[in-house]
């Protein structure tokens, strides 16, 4: 199964140390997606499943002040028997959630989903907006979308480390 591991750039440094992601976490196209997203192929139920996790993404970064203000996603090919699904299709917040059974090896990260640079900006006041737009403020909301309009740039696995230089 395909997950979307949210993370920054400073937890993507550690996993790279460690040789594994150590998300608890994630997100894929489960079944309460395919019920909740019915029309869509499954390209656009993995997008989904990859904006849901770069939303996640944004938490991480509302609660480390220190990274940099970019949204990072990982995806990792994961055996089925490894991930447990958490979200249910009446859940408008979490269908696409994941429990993750343990670490994922590094050699599972197919791909990085990573904000461009010059996105910072919007990424920053999007990670501090994002609680009070959680709690139902539509200025706030307004502004999260603002990031989540922005285009996560695609790196292949290997060039992981490369990623990190260049932040």
């Known amino acids: 199964m395909r997950v979307y591991v949210p993370a920054t750039l400073p937890l993507l440094a550690t996993w790279l140390d460690a040789g594994a992601v150590s998300a608890p976490r994630g997100r894929a196209v489960t079944p309460a997606v395919r019920e909740w997203y019915s029309g869509g192929d499954e390209e656009e139920l993995e997008f989904s499943a990859l904006l849901d996790a770069a939303t996640d993404s944004l938490g991480l970064l509302a609660v480390d002040g220190a990274a940099p203000r ?55 006041a999007a990670a501090q907006a994002l609680p009070a737009a959680r709690a139902g ?31």
């Open 70 to 124: 970019r949204r990072l996603v990982l995806a990792a090919d994961v055996p089925d028997r490894d991930v447990r699904a958490l979200g249910g299709p009446l859940d408008d917040e979490t269908p696409s959630e994941v429990e993750l059974a343990g670490p994922v090896p590094l050699s599972a990260v197919v791909s990085a989903h990573c904000d461009e640079p010059e996105a910072q900006e919007a990424v920053r």
């Open 137 to 167: 403020d539509e200025d706030a909301a307004f502004v999260v979308d603002g990031a989540e309009d922005g285009d996560l740039l695609w790196f292949d696995a290997r060039e992981l480390r490369a990623l990190l230089e260049d932040a």
